[in-house]
T-cell receptor
Framework: AQSVTQPDIHITVSEGASLELRCNYS??????LFWYVQSPGQGLQLLLK??????LVQGIKGFEAEFKRSQSSFNLRKPSVHWSDAAEYFC????????????FGDGTTLTVKP | DTEVTQTPKHLVMGMTNKKSLKCEQH?????MYWYKQKAKKPPELMFV???????INESVPSRFSPECPNSSLLNLHLHALQPEDSALYLC?????????????????FGPGTRLTVL
C-alpha cells in the first residue's frame, strides 16, 4: 500500500526566507510524486510532479523538489518565500498503473511573516 | 482549456433535499474523480470514473450517487444527506484511467463546491 507522511503540520517563515517542506512516501516501486498547493476555500493547484528522469524537478511559482529514492523523500523547496505563498501544501503519491489511487499526505500549513 | 469547472460554488441544503453537483472538463481527460475534503484535512477519494465507467467507489454511502453522462461531465447527486456531510467537494480529472497501464495520473482539480447540510 502506498502512503505519504508530511512531518510538519505547520511551518512559519519570514518573507524572503528560504523554505523546505518535507515529504516521505512509502511505495513498492518507483512512484509518481506530486506537490499541490491549496489556498483557503479553493481547489488544489499542481506545483510540480516527478515521474522519472532528473531527480530535481522545477515547478511553478519558483518551487522545486528533489526526489531522493534512498531516503524515500520528495521535499519541496523555495529560495525566497513571498507572502502570497501562505497556503496549505499537500504531497501526494500516485500509482503508475492505477490512475485512481493518489494518496495525499495530511498537509503542511505555511504561514508567512512580514 | 486547462480548467475543471464546478457548479455551484456554494450549496446549502436540508437533510430531506435532493441536489446535484456538476463538474466539467474539456481537456480530453478520460478519468474523473470526486473527493470530499473537510477543513484542515487532505482530500478523501470518493469515486473514480474511467472511460465513463465507475471504476472506484471508496465505500461511499448510497446517499451520494455519481453519474458520468459523457467524457466531459461528472455529476454527484445528493439525497438525504447528514450534517456531517458538510464539506468541500472537489472534482478532478486526469489524462488516463485505470484501463491504461503505465498511464500517468496528474490530476487537475476544480475549485470545489462548498456544501452545507442543515
Amino acid at each position: 500500500a502506498q502512503s505519504v507522511t508530511q512531518p510538519d503540520i505547520h511551518i512559519t517563515v519570514s518573507e524572503g526566507a528560504s523554505l523546505e517542506l518535507r515529504c516521505n512516501y512509502s511505495y513498492g516501486a518507483t512512484p509518481y510524486l506530486f506537490w499541490y498547493v491549496q489556498s483557503p476555500g479553493q481547489g488544489l493547484q499542481l506545483l510540480l510532479k516527478y515521474f522519472s528522469g532528473d531527480t530535481l524537478v522545477q515547478g511553478i511559482k519558483g518551487f522545486e523538489a528533489e526526489f531522493k529514492r534512498s531516503q524515500s523523500s520528495f521535499n519541496l523547496r523555495k529560495p525566497s518565500v513571498h507572502w502570497s505563498d501562505a497556503a496549505e501544501y499537500f504531497c501526494a503519491v500516485g500509482a503508475r498503473t492505477n490512475a485512481g489511487k493518489s494518496t495525499f499526505g495530511d498537509g503542511t500549513t505555511l504561514t508567512v511573516k512580514p | 482549456d486547462t480548467e475543471v469547472t464546478q457548479t455551484p460554488k456554494h450549496l446549502v441544503m436540508g437533510m430531506t433535499n435532493k441536489k446535484s453537483l456538476k463538474c466539467e472538463q474539456h481537456m480530453g481527460h478520460r478519468a474523473m474523480y470526486w473527493y470530499k475534503q473537510k477543513a484542515k484535512k487532505p482530500p478523501e477519494l470518493m469515486f473514480v470514473y474511467s472511460y465513463e465507467k465507475l471504476s472506484i467507489n471508496e465505500s461511499v454511502p448510497s446517499r451520494f450517487s455519481p453519474e458520468c453522462p459523457n467524457s466531459s461531465l461528472l455529476n454527484l447527486h445528493l439525497h438525504a444527506l447528514q450534517p456531517e456531510d458538510s464539506a468541500l467537494y472537489l472534482c478532478a480529472s486526469s489524462h488516463s484511467g485505470t484501463r491504461t497501464s503505465g498511464g500517468y495520473n496528474e490530476q487537475f482539480f476544480g475549485p470545489g463546491t462548498r456544501l452545507t447540510v442543515l
